[in-house]
């Protein structure tokens, strides 16, 4: 199984039509970002980026893949954020121990229903 990171590294490349932007974004050195995509196309036998000195463009291959890698990342982005809503939403049963005049004049008003 592929290292997830350098999909995302691959997917921010495009996403950002180049290195420098990609890195700015995910707050990663620039160089350790070309040396992981590097690793990646030769861990997969394919070229998936054609570099040159101005343009970064994708081969054939590397836009199916670009495709599949935007997938893992949406899928990545929607699971973090059903764990964030499970933990911002308060859940469970809250007993409070007050005299009764606090309760009825501080209490009742923020238990209400907004």
């Not at 809250?94 to 005049?101: A, D, E």
Request: with cysteine; proline share 4%.
């Amino acid at each position: 199984m592929e290292d997830l990171n350098d999909l995302l590294f691959f997917a921010k490349v495009v996403e950002h039509q180049g290195f420098s932007a990609a890195s700015r974004q995910l707050g990663v050195p620039k160089s350790r970002l070309s040396r992981r995509i590097a690793q990646l196309e030769e861990r997969l036998g394919v070229r998936l980026l054609q570099r040159s000195s101005r343009r970064l463009v994708l081969t054939s291959v590397g836009e199916r893949f670009y495709e599949r890698c935007q997938q893992m990342v949406a899928l990545g982005e929607s699971a973090s954020e059903l764990v964030q809503e499970a933990v911002a939403q308060p859940q469970g049963v809250l007993r409070v121990s007050c005299p009764i005049t606090l309760a009825q004049f501080w209490l009742t008003p923020l238990c209400r229903p907004s």
